[in-house]
């Protein structure tokens, strides 16, 4: 992969005390209503391309190459922004349960071509956003 | 979500309260499974990610296929599909864990991470709808 940009440590494991998961648990209920009323206001219809939760989870991806490089240097009194943000937002806001089973749909439907052009645009698609992500992230990290 | 009777005009306050719920519960079972998986683990494949998905999916299927077939209703979807299992399952970390899997040169765990990951989760979610399609 690019040679510029150097290995994070792995956002896991975390130490579980009982402030994180409740960081985890705010987070992850303010992300998944937000994904929530998205979807309330935009329902992706069964039988076409699923654009809403397409821009859900790489929104999910680029937010997360912006974010893990940073929450990597977090001093330990802002320790808790990581579970709440990375983990609990992040991971609320983004879903793979959908992805699989609009997935399953499509195929059913026999709509072929849309759904594997979906699997591949969210796969392919949020591993190009990840890395976009954090070149911006320590970019804008070097200039400051 | 493709919407099977997900409540597809404005949410009332108590229903996006009760989905914002559980998806913070959704959100904790991932933040615990995941910690206990990598804890028993040394190799570099997040196998917690994997199993957090393919069975956030398993359940989604099943509820899809309750609404689909069974008359489960908009609101309890919401709540269970939307919120419980949109919550436990991730995507932003699984293409984060793909990219570094990739960068410390872990190749055949990349593949098997990004590629297995979404067969598992298609499968789960299949089998999910199949069952309840058979019942």
């Known amino acids: ?144 | 979500m493709t919407t099977f009777g997900v409540a597809s005009h404005s949410p009332t306050l108590g229903l996006a309260l009760l989905v914002a719920v559980a998806g913070g519960l959704g959100a904790m079972a991932r933040a615990l499974l995941i910690h206990e998986v990598g804890r028993r683990r040394s190799d570099p494949l997040p196998l917690g990610t994997m199993v957090v998905n393919a069975s956030g999916s398993f359940v989604l299927g099943l509820l899809t296929g309750c609404s689909m077939y069974h008359g489960l209703g908009p609101h309890e979807l919401s709540i269970a599909g939307v919120g419980l299992c949109g919550g436990y399952t991730t995507w932003s970390t699984a293409s984060w864990e793909s990219v570094h899997l990739l960068r410390d040169q872990h190749r055949s765990e990349a593949l098997v991470y990004t590629f297995g990951g979404l067969l598992t989760s298609l499968a789960g979610a299949a089998l999910g709808i199949g069952l309840t399609a058979a019942l």
């Open chain 1, 1 to 144: 992969m690019s040679r510029q940009l150097q290995p994070e440590p792995p956002p896991l494991p975390l130490r579980l005390s009982p402030a994180t998961l409740a960081a985890v648990f705010l987070g992850g209920g303010l992300g998944t209503v937000s994904r929530f009323l998205l979807d309330t206001a935009h329902p992706d219809p069964g039988g076409h391309f699923p654009t809403t939760t397409l821009i859900i989870n790489l929104s999910g991806s680029l937010a997360i190459g912006l974010l893990a490089p940073l929450m990597a240097r977090l001093t330990s009194r802002l320790a808790l922004l990581r579970p709440f943000l990375v983990v609990g937002v992040l991971g609320g806001w983004t879903t793979y349960s959908t992805l699989a089973v609009d997935g399953d749909l499509l195929f059913k439907g026999s709509h072929i071509g849309i759904g594997v052009g979906y699997l591949a645009a969210t796969v392919f698609g949020g591993i190009a956003l990840v890395l976009l992500g954090e070149t911006l992230s320590r970019r804008t990290d070097r200039s400051t």
